[in-house]
């Protein structure tokens, strides 16, 4: 089959196009041929090796030391399943699927093996979504769930999200509005016309001005990119207010921990682990329409390096999706 190998660390150029064996399903697993995935800032720091220094060690350890373990990146598919396991009882032949490929990855290829149920999450897609809607769902979703869940965003609170027209930010903007909360979106110019068309209340370009300067106190500030000035999150924030990091670097962890330590306020760090109950609640949203995924642009396999660049590129509205079979 044909897939996407990363043989070390580097630029987007290491990226080479190759024929690969094609894998076959354990009793537990299931085989996908993949019609869509997509190219995620995480895809691009895995790629790089990017990663908080505090992470380094255990980052070359978990991923690999010299260049990826999984050569295959891509985190996130979509697709139709070609064979099942024979302990399988979730899936049957032909069901149209997406999902998360956890640790590890292999997306960016024809076809990749999944367990039906474990530390990946893979769910039926509705078929009002299309495949590319699809893909865009698991890693933005799940995370955004993983941090907001914990601040219990109630009606009418007012929450911030510093770097809102990403993958995660795209989807953590829509449900908080879902919530009932009044919604400030932080991201640069290019963004904010896409997030005020996604129901955000208010949006700041943090390239022209600091959140914090208008005034306002938050319920929560979810900081997917962990950017925000930290003067601003202390002046911003409700005395009891949460402070959801998703990207710790350790200076903003331990100033984070020091903070709840010293009031009511509360600080959640750490990754979000992939978690069904979740992908499938996200999917109830999408399938009524609630939540709408953004798409920038699509890139056919072969153009992966493209893609890449283009992520890396910071120009990146809401996901860019990569089409690996023309199947729509
Ligand atoms: N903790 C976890 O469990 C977890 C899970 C998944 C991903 N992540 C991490 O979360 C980060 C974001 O992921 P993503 O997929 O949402 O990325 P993304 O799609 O690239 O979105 C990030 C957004 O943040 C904006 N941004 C960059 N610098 C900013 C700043 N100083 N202030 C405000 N906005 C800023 C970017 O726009 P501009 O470039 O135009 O500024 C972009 O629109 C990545 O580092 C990823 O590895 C964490």
Redesign the pocket.
Known sequence: MKAIVCPKYGPPEILQIKDVAKPTPKENEVLIRIIRATV???DC?IRRFDFPSWLWILARLGFGIRGPRNQILGQELSGEIEEVGKDVTRFKLGDQVFGTTGFGMGAYAEYNCLPELGDTVITLKPSNLTFDEAATIP??GI?AM??LKKANIQPGQKVLI????????TIGVQLCKFWGAEVTA???T??LDMLRSIGADHVVD??KEEFAERGVIYDAIFD?????PWSGIKRSLTEDGFYL????TISRSLRGRWMASRSNRTYV????TDNLEDLVFLTELFEAGTLKAVIDRRYPLEEIVEAHKY?E???????VVITVDELS
């Not at 997917?224 to 925000?228: D, L, P, R, S, T």
């Not at 760090?269 to 979000?272: K, Y």
């Open positions: 995620t800032a995480g720091e890693t933005g995370t993983h941090f510093n770097g809102a027209g990403g993958s995660i930010g932080v991201d640069s290019s963004k943090y390239t997917i990119v962990g950017k925000a990091n998703g990207y710790p760090g750490g990754s979000a992520v590129s910071g120009q990146k509205i809401g996901n």
